[in-house]
């Protein structure tokens, strides 16, 4: 397999009602980006995230033993199946976690369908994961694509930036963000303009910043990720774009983005996230250990989101006192979420789990305090109203309720 793959092991042995079944250890496979344009939103990362979950979680259950293991997809829908595939049938997997790069979680989650086996994306943004392609061993953690539009969307709709024009990364998620973006600026009463897309993992930007300087458009929404949307940034400011009265808007910011953009060039961007480090008391002792485990780096929304779910998916399977994913699943659908960084939620019919969303602003550089002092909160999204209404996803699992 032509992939990086290293193994990573954690804590000590779940009764799960026999002797058998306790000396089988609990195994999670983290799949994402490792090495490119996505690996510091999740990559080694959240491999991290997962081990604190599992630590955190053996305080109170001390009879555990967790194996966690990860790989690189490499941004490619097929090495991460042939992973998917590796994992399930040699290796003993029972849950897949995060998943970042939307192709690549929409195929792992069909493998994980015909396996019967559980898929846990956090970085996989495509709402499609609890729409038209929800599975029923699937669970959409942390934000989607229509969250992200909901909220910086409607939010700078109706502030007056009714003009919206769009660049698009060329893949599944660009295309889902573009979807639910343009719906939303629309039911807010705004227009899309006009969109051009962009080739993953693109270095040259100038033909659609050209493009989108053209328009006139009031904003240039970035419907991409990563190095490209950081790579789209920059280059707009050598465009003169701001200083023309456009305004960027990053439907996709993580704060490892902004912390590589700089406070300069990053200053009065409108994002949505699920987590930010700095938010209270809890997520700060959190985001503390996570960075002396990670290099002094503070975990983006994507890493926290793998560390929930491995908390809810470990208390899932105490309860259920099984492994086997239908039962788990279940027992997922029927406890209420409930943890120190993304608060109290649910699991829906259709997969999606829901808590609160928040819209943040990046902060001046006369505002911050320090290296990571990255954000202000501009407003609380509620979790009933931060995702898609179930019944409007045409999830076929709905659809049969």
């Not at 939010?155 to 343009?182: C, H, I, N, P, S």
């Not at 305090?369 to 996803?393: C, N, S």
């Amino acid at each position: 397999m032509n992939c990086k793959t290293f193994l990573m092991t954690a804590a000590a042995v779940l009764t799960l009602g026999g002797a058998a079944q306790a000396e089988t250890p609990i195994k999670l496979g983290v799949l994402n980006d490792m090495s490119s344009l996505y690996a510091d939103i999740s990559g080694p990362g959240s491999v991290v995230a997962a081990k604190l979950a599992v630590e955190d979680f053996a305080k109170i259950n001390p009879d555990l033993k967790v194996e966690v293991i990860g790989a690189d997809h490499q941004n490619k829908p097929d090495i991460g199946s042939n992973i998917a595939r590796q994992w399930y049938d040699r290796e003993n997997v029972d849950v897949i976690l995060d998943t970042t790069t939307s192709s690549v979680a929409l195929a792992v989650s069909e493998v994980t369908k015909e396996k019967k086996k559980i898929f846990i994306p956090s970085g996989g943004g495509t709402s499609d994961l609890t729409g038209k392609s929800c599975s029923p061993y699937t669970v959409h953690w942390t934000y989607d694509t229509w969250a992200l539009a909901n909220g910086t969307g409607s939010a700078m709709t109706k502030q007056g930036a009714d003009t919206w024009y769009m660049l698009v990364a060329d893949y599944a998620f660009g295309a889902a963000l573009e979807r639910d973006t343009t719906e939303a600026v629309t039911k807010a009463g705004g227009k899309v303009v006009g969109s051009v897309k962009h080739p993953l993992n693109s270095s040259d930007f100038s033909s659609f910043l050209l493009r989108a300087q053209a328009s006139k458009a009031k904003v240039v929404a970035l419907a991409n990720a990563g190095s490209d949307m950081i790579n789209t940034i920059k280059q707009a400011a050598e465009f003169g774009l701001t200083q023309g009265g456009q305004s960027l808007a990053g439907l996709l910011i993580f704060s490892s983005d902004v912390k590589a953009l700089g406070l300069q060039a990053a200053q009065g961007l409108v994002l949505t996230e699920a987590f930010y480090w700095d938010q209270t008391d809890a997520t700060r002792a959190f985001s503390k250990r996570f960075a002396e485990k990670f290099n002094g780096k503070m975990p983006t929304s994507s890493q926290a989101g793998v560390y929930s779910s491995v908390l809810h998916y470990l208390k899932a399977v105490t309860a259920a006192k099984s492994k086997d994913s239908d039962v788990v699943m279940a027992k997922m659908k029927e406890l209420p979420i409930d943890d120190a960084l993304f608060g109290k939620g649910s699991v829906r019919a259709d997969g999606r789990a829901i808590h609160n969303m928040y819209l943040y602003q990046v902060k001046k550089p006369s505002e911050s305090k320090g290296e990571w002092d990255l954000y202000k909160v501009l407003a609380t999204i509620p979790a009933d109203e931060a995702f898609r209404p179930m019944d409007q996803g045409g999830c076929p699992l709905v659809a049969k309720k």
